[in-house]
């Protein structure tokens, strides 16, 4: 076992150090209360590298491997959750692509994101199902050679501004996931249309969108997987990019911790600073032990992705135990600061309010507990 970070690792995680210090966290706020996508940030992670980081290098891309897309997550989430979201969703849309496309469609759809800066998105979750993914209700009927899509999406990261959604859609609503499939649809599609979703409680630097098909076409070369591959695809995304909302847990629970540490070394009560004090040492302590602990265990998932071996059962456990740990990070935080964490002169209340949505998206914790449970009994 070998935990040292090579040289290269090493790099690419203090360039996205830097860059969420630098680029994200000046802006966060603003962005947060604006409820806007920073697009400009988008174009600067574009021209360092860090945007689209896993399209392979046959598409014109960097290739890089689970374990550092981890790396560089745990720093973005750092500096801004609903910052980090928009390039992390970008990464789910491309993931399809990668798991269920040939490589002239990986050519097709990923290039393009290697030449300027794009994002991509994907779309399974509906207004009526979210955890019961193969229920859905949008279809996609074979007309020719093209499929012809109506429905509607619900909770879509980038959605309606990414260059590419990947939308899973049924044949047939009453054939469960064996009548899903996945489908490539450009966002100037005709009948394509979004509406974007305000007031969320956090991540608000982000864009989530209602996804409208009205008679959508595209052509059946547009299709990834056969017929019935639509719901396995999506599973098997999921397995995998659960890994990187463990690691901007991580990221978050240390911007909690350290932002804990700074403020109870400058507030002073009963006659010292509180950091004297052995209820907030033992607070700051538990959010250390967690931080190492969800560390080594998203650590573990991303190096099963390289390595090639299964993974769904620890990237469960990742997402679950790093969001959940993460939140409570948060919330002793703002307990640290007392009222001035209640408040948003200092940012812990929107670290918790980031945080919550990572026990919800990407299949909520109960989902995660019900794959956990599934490995142990089979």
Known sequence: MDFTLNDEQRQLQQLARDFARKEIMPIASEYDQKEELPWQVVEKAFEVGLLNPSIPEHAGGLGLGMFDECLIGEELAYGCM???????????????????????????????????????????????????AASMHTTATLDGDEWVI??????????????????FATTDRQGGHRATVALVVPKDAPGFSYNKIKHKMGQRASLTSELVFENVRVPRANQLGGLGDG???????LDKTRIPVAAGSVGIARRAMEESIKYAKERTAFGKPIAELQAIQFKLAEMAMGI??????????????????PHGFESAIAKAYCSEMAFNAANEGIQVHGGYGYVGEYPVEKLLRDVK????????NEIQRVVISRNLLK
């Open 150 to 167: 109506n429905g509607t999406k619900m909770w879509i990261s980038n959605g309606g501004l990414a260059e590419f959604t990947v939308v």
């Open 82 to 132: 609903g910052i980090y979201t928009v390039l992390m969703a970008s990464e789910l849309g491309i993931a399809p692509v990668l798991i269920g496309g040939t490589e002239e469609q990986q050519k097709r759809f990923l290039t393009p994101l290697t030449e300027k800066a794009g994002l991509a998105a994907f779309a399974l979750s509906e207004p009526n199902n979210g955890s019961d």
């Open 357 to 364: 949505l990572n026990m919800i998206y990407e299949g909520t």
């Open 231 to 237: 719901f396995k695809i999506a599973m098997k995304t």
């Open 292 to 309: 190492e602990t969800g560390r080594l265990m998203y650590q573990k998932a991303a190096w099963l992705v390289d390595e090639g071996q």
